[in-house]
């Protein structure tokens, strides 16, 4: 299995350019299902969550052509209503394709996700959406079952501002009869990147990225091309770890509105931001300055980003306490940072920090996509050669992440 040996420490120092954002695109491949013409989709990063769900959507029966960044999917054939366990599994994210085969097929048969190593991450909130909208689910066999005649425009109020659930119902409310309203929506960019594609596809959305969401149902979507958002957690992990590292950073072809909270806590933390239309430069001369950080629902601080800052605030001249408050088990990896050295001690979904000089290299082992992230990082700021074990979890979410850190001056060397 390919392990990273990172030695460190390094200042990171130079340019970088992110790709379209993975947990848009994952939606927006979902989504296509609800066409029955061509989708070209730009700026489409090779990662394997995107070769998962394209594996999902060819055994729901669509067709995908991918090179260079681009992919065409074409949904207009006979499509299946299954989504099986073996591909589900692999990725929690396939559990997105439930609202659009409800809506296209009537019916739909998408195996139950699970949990995964953040958290039990229930569908409950999906399932109501979609259930107020007149689909009648059952579960058997570790399957969901859905059945609907067409879906009905109505008023949902989501209880958390759940990213995934919103997506669903936002899916399904597209094509559904008359007009829905999703209150409490999540506001995240990835909701109003899924809205301007469902628009450009000629469905009628107001309010995408606010938490009151409308969506005037129409009777059938149309092909189109829509390029994909930058990727703000991508963006987030090369900003943080110019600071970890206290190097110079410019990252390009970024949208920092994006990520206006990590970029104040950065500044916060003492290091240099400096902002244009789409690009940012961050710059860290000295150790961080501690400080204290939620993660939130958008515009919150994002969960995603918190084992990076989480890496940073390690080396803190002083104590801080970091509050998780989105995936109750992301602290787990904390763990694997301390066999580097770090002094975090949790407690519930608080984590006290104290910060030290100098983190040392250790072997550890990824238990996610972010976390995996971090940990690499982590070796870049330790004294050594850090091995980081099962970094096909990075892979799932990051495009060529050790090539980008290598042009950036990282030491990573691939062991397979
Ligand atoms: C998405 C992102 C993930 C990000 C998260 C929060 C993708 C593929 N993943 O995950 O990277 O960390 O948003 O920004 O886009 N919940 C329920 N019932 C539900 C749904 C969610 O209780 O039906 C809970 C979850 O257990 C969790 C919280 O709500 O505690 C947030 O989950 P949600 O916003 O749905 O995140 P995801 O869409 O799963």
């Not at 005037?216 to 900003?239: K, N, S």
Request: aromatic content about 4%.
């Amino acid at each position: 299995m390919k392990s990273y040996l990172v030695t460190g420490p390094c200042r990171l120092q130079g340019t970088v350019t992110v790709g379209g954002a993975k947990n848009s695109v994952l939606k927006i491949m979902a989504a296509s299902l609800l066409v029955p013409g061509e989708v070209t989709i730009r700026r489409v990063p090779a990662i394997t969550d995107v070769f998962l769900m394209a594996e999902v959507l060819e055994r729901l029966g669509a067709t995908i052509d991918f090179s260079d960044g681009v992919m065409v999917i074409d949904s207009s054939g006979d499509l299946s209503e299954e989504a099986p366990y073996e591909l589900v599994t692999k990725m929690r994210a396939s559990i997105q394709v439930l609202g659009p085969l409800l809506a296209r097929l009537g019916r739909a048969r998408v195996s139950m996700p699970g949990g995964d190593a953040i958290g039990s991450r229930p569908i409950d909130l999906h399932l109501q959406g979609l259930e107020r909208m007149g689909a009648k689910f059952t579960s058997e066999h570790g399957y969901i079952e859905g059945v609907s005649d067409r879906l009905q425009g109505t008023r949902v109020l989501l209880e958390f501002p759940s990213v995934g659930a919103t997506e669903n119902i936002l899916m399904a409310a597209a094509t559904a009869s008359g007009t829905t309203t999703i209150e409490n929506a999540a506001r995240e960019p990835d909701i109003q990147d899924l809205a301007a594609f469902l628009v450009a596809a000629g469905a009628e959305i107001e309010g995408a990225g606010s938490p009151t969401i409308v969506v005037q149902g129409v009777p059938e979507l149309h092909g189109l091309t829509h390029e994909v958002i930058p990727d703000r957690i991508e963006t987030g992990t090369y900003a943080i770890a110019a600071a970890a590292t206290q190097g110079e950073v410019t990252i390009t072809d970024c949208r920092p509105d994006h990520i206006e909270l990590p970029l104040q806590k950065l500044s916060d933390c003492g290091a240099e931001v400096n902002r244009r239309d789409d690009e940012v430069t961050v710059k860290m001369s000295r150790r961080p300055d501690p400080l204290d950080l939620v993660t939130l629902p958008y515009p919150g601080f994002p969960t995603d980003l918190q084992p990076m800052m989480m890496v940073l605030l390690s080396h803190a001249s002083g104590p801080s306490i970091l509050t998780e408050n989105v995936f109750e088990s992301r602290f787990l990896f904390v763990d694997e940072l301390n066999r580097m050295g770090s002094h975090i001690r949790v407690e519930g979904h608080h984590a006290v920090i104290r910060g030290i000089e100098r983190l040392s290299a250790a072997p550890v082992r990824v238990p996610d996509i972010r976390a995996g992230a971090a940990l690499v990082l982590g070796g870049l700021c330790a004294e050594g050669e850090t091995q980081v074990h099962e970094v096909w979890h990075i892979e799932r979410g990051y495009e060529n992440f050790e090539v980008k850190l290598e042009g950036l001056g990282a030491q990573i060397q691939v062991i397979e």
